[in-house]
């Protein structure tokens, strides 16, 4: 059932399920990518009935900002162990 849940939610646009399970589909296939995006699913539901809280959609950009945030950290801290120093003003939308 909960893989049915996952295959449902993977159909969705503009989702946090579905970004996720594009980007696992493309390193652990479409079975395990499934699996995966039920498993979140399991994960959230647990902790929705635990906190009595509403589910809160993180959207189809969270991981890529995540991504992105720990690809600039990375970067950055490659560019100070060759010695240069940069000023960094992030453009906010």
Known sequence: MLVQCAWAATRTKSTYLRSKYDSLVVRRGKKRALIAVGHKILIASYFILKDKVAYKE???DFLQNRNLDKKINR???LLKELGVELEIKKNVA
């Open 58 to 60: 993180l959207g189809s």
């Open 75 to 77: 970067h950055l801290k």
